[in-house]
């Protein structure tokens, strides 16, 4: 086999084997307040993804670039926690792909000895990378901008082309310099790394064993000896983290502050057609039944004047009759 598909093999199983127990740790310090990623969350993920090759890299990049991952104590404390679990992730794997892919008998302490080994690597190549690959993406992007300058291309850039356009073509010149140049130096790395895995596995013996009986070994070594002891030890971690989460939450949970509270927004309740039907039919035959109440009233008072009235007029006709007699 290549260095370059040993070492992708054994990095990328040990980093998404590992990466389950880190980002517990992480969501912690993250809940914790301890460590803060801003803009760079994406690329500390990936730091901490690759930490076995990372841990000792990450201090000599900030160091010498001045770069920065994210701020607070917890990023510290994340990249120590993770030393333990990338050596246990890597003696898993490299178990694993010895017995599976070479055909070799793992040697004592595989996971220690892979580890020390990619760490010291990386520890003077990702920053060589990372200084190479930064210079020629600043170069590839004072190139791409001279080039609008050039008076071939001017009528092209200023009147042919829309400000969009021109900073995708841009974007597209520098980007692929750079992201061609990151390719080839990731494999490079990687083949290095595959180095490593390879002088491992030359002061090895080969495995008499047939291919079945290596992959019932191979099995078995994930089976644990006291099952009821692992299950009720994982059980017990996973408890004792939820209660740490949730005791630390709700300390840490942002509140908008007072000046910045929005006003209390009433939600309109959902228009039902049909009871908006039958109360608007109960209000009309209130008012209807009003109405008719009022006209009767109407009618009643207007025939007690009326009654009233013609009492007034019988009694004068009366007095005045009787005033007309001798």
């Known amino acids: 086999m290549s260095p370059t598909k040993i070492g992708f093999s054994i990095l990328w199983s040990a980093c998404w084997t590992g990466m389950v127990v880190k980002s517990v740790f992480a969501v912690l310090l993250l809940t914790m307040g301890l460590v803060h990623f801003e803009g760079r969350f994406g690329l500390a993920v990936v730091m901490l993804l690759i930490s076995p090759v990372t841990v000792f890299a990450i201090p000599i990049i900030m160091a010498v670039f001045g770069t920065h991952f994210g701020e607070g104590i917890g990023l510290e404390i994340l990249f120590w926690l993770s030393i333990p679990v990338d050596i246990w992730a890597l003696g898993l794997v490299g178990r694993t792909f010895f017995l599976e892919r070479l055909r070799k008998e793992p040697p004592e302490g595989l996971g220690l000895a892979i ?21 020629v993406t600043d170069n590839a992007i004072t190139a791409s901008h001279s080039m609008a300058e050039i008076e071939s291309l001017r009528h092209l850039f200023d009147n042919g082309l829309p400000i969009a356009e021109r900073i995708g073509l841009e974007l597209t010149i520098w980007g692929t310099i750079s992201s061609a140049l990151l390719t080839v130096l990731s494999l490079i790395g990687v083949s290095i790394f595959g180095q490593i895995i390879r002088r491992i596995s030359e002061d090895c013996k080969p495995t008499s064993e047939s291919y079945q009986g290596l992959i019932t070994r191979w099995d078995l070594m994930r089976v644990p000896t006291d099952q009821g002891l692992l299950l009720t030890t994982l059980a017990g971690v996973g408890i004792v983290f939820s209660v740490m989460f949730w005791s630390i939450l709700p300390v840490t949970t942002p509140h908008p502050h007072d000046c910045c509270k929005k006003p209390d927004a009433r939600v309109e309740p959902a228009f039902k057609p049909v009871e908006s039907l039958n109360s608007s039919a109960q209000r009309v035959a209130t008012l209807a039944a009003q109405i008719e109440t009022m006209e009767q009233q109407k009618v009643a008072a207007k025939d007690q004047k009326t009654k009233g009235k013609g009492k007034t007029e019988g009694g004068t006709i009366v007095d005045s009759t009787a005033k007309a007699k001798p």
């Open 115 to 135: 580890w020390w080994r990619a760490a010291l690597v990386g520890a003077f190549f990702l920053p060589a990378l990372w200084g190479a690959v930064s210079f």
